[in-house]
């Protein structure tokens, strides 16, 4: 004789199915959400690297046009410094009708340059960052024995230690630098600590970064954070 099953018991056996349905979905959602930040985050680190090695690559066309890489700035001449390297290799960057606008004869921030600031090249902005900002992502490292000593020039001969260990460019996040202004990490005021809150520092709001490029083009990630 075939005994049937109560009622409360195939139902809640039918609840018991579907929860571990659910938990298989949930699981599999995760998984994939995952996959998906992971390889949004991919993406956005190798355009970053990518920015980076066209500026590497502009610095050596101004290096072969005239001989020395950029200053990190030019003065006026009262010594103040008054135009940046970022817009000295503004031509090397396809941007030349952008150099043509700006003025030599007044500083980085006067009347005519000004206008120019929400016109930030793409090379200086990181894709991770506000789309709104003005402010630059790429700066040099600025000071004695390093490649951007000043408002003087250095050519590649005089890298004693070799390119490769040699820092030519380095990403931050919230640098509060216009990208037209002749500031950068001062090495004798910058935190050699990569993401530090307290103090400017080679730095990333990505989960993995940032990037700093050497002059023999190898670029290099701190790990993640």
């Given at each position: 004789?075939?005994?049937?099953?109560p009622?409360?018991?195939?139902r809640?056996?039918r609840?018991?199915?579907?929860?571990?349905?659910?938990?298989?979905?949930?699981?599999?959602?995760?998984l994939?959400?995952?996959?998906i930040?992971?390889?949004?985050d991919?993406?956005?680190?190798?355009?970053?690297?990518?920015r980076?090695?066209?500026?590497?690559?502009?610095?050596?066309?101004y290096?072969?046009?005239?001989?020395?890489?950029?200053?990190?700035?030019?003065?006026?001449?009262?010594?103040?410094p008054?135009?940046s390297?970022?817009?000295?290799?503004?031509?090397?960057?396809?941007?030349?009708?952008?150099?043509?606008?700006?003025?030599?004869?007044?500083?980085?921030?006067?009347?005519?340059?000004?206008?120019?600031?929400?016109?930030?090249?793409?090379?200086?902005?990181?894709?991770?960052?506000?789309d709104?900002?003005?402010?630059?992502?790429?700066?040099?490292i600025?000071?004695?024995?390093?490649?951007?000593?000043?408002?003087?020039?250095?050519?590649?001969?005089?890298?004693?230690?070799?390119?490769?260990?040699?820092?030519?460019?380095?990403?931050?996040?919230?640098?509060?630098?216009?990208?037209?202004?002749?500031?950068?990490?001062?090495?004798?005021?910058?935190?050699?600590?990569?993401?530090?809150?307290?103090?400017?520092?080679?730095?990333?709001?990505?989960?993995?970064g940032?990037?700093?490029?050497?002059f023999?083009?190898?670029?290099r990630?701190?790990?993640?954070f």
């Amino acid at each position: 004789m075939k005994t049937e099953v109560p009622f409360f018991r195939r139902r809640g056996f039918r609840w018991c199915y579907r929860g571990i349905v659910v938990a298989i979905l949930v699981v599999a959602a995760g998984l994939l959400w995952s996959a998906i930040r992971e390889a949004r985050d991919a993406a956005i680190a190798c355009s970053s690297q990518s920015r980076l090695n066209q500026l590497h690559l502009a610095m050596c066309n101004y290096h072969d046009a005239y001989g020395c890489f950029p200053p990190a700035y030019l003065v006026d001449e009262d010594g103040v410094p008054a135009h940046s390297w970022r817009v000295l290799i503004l031509p090397f960057i396809e941007e030349k009708e952008r150099y043509s606008q700006y003025r030599f004869d007044e500083p980085w921030n006067g009347p005519n340059n000004r206008r120019l600031a929400s016109q930030i090249p793409h090379h200086f902005h990181m894709p991770n960052e506000p789309d709104d900002s003005l402010d630059t992502n790429i700066v040099a490292i600025v000071g004695p024995e390093t490649a951007f000593p000043g408002s003087s020039s250095v050519t590649i001969a005089d890298f004693a230690d070799g390119l490769d260990n040699t820092i030519l460019l380095a990403e931050i996040t919230g640098s509060g630098i216009c990208w037209m202004e002749p500031r950068d990490l001062q090495v004798d005021q910058m935190s050699f600590k990569i993401n530090d809150p307290e103090r400017p520092s080679i730095s990333s709001s990505r989960r993995y970064g940032p990037y700093v490029i050497f002059f023999g083009n190898r670029s290099r990630v701190s790990e993640p954070f």
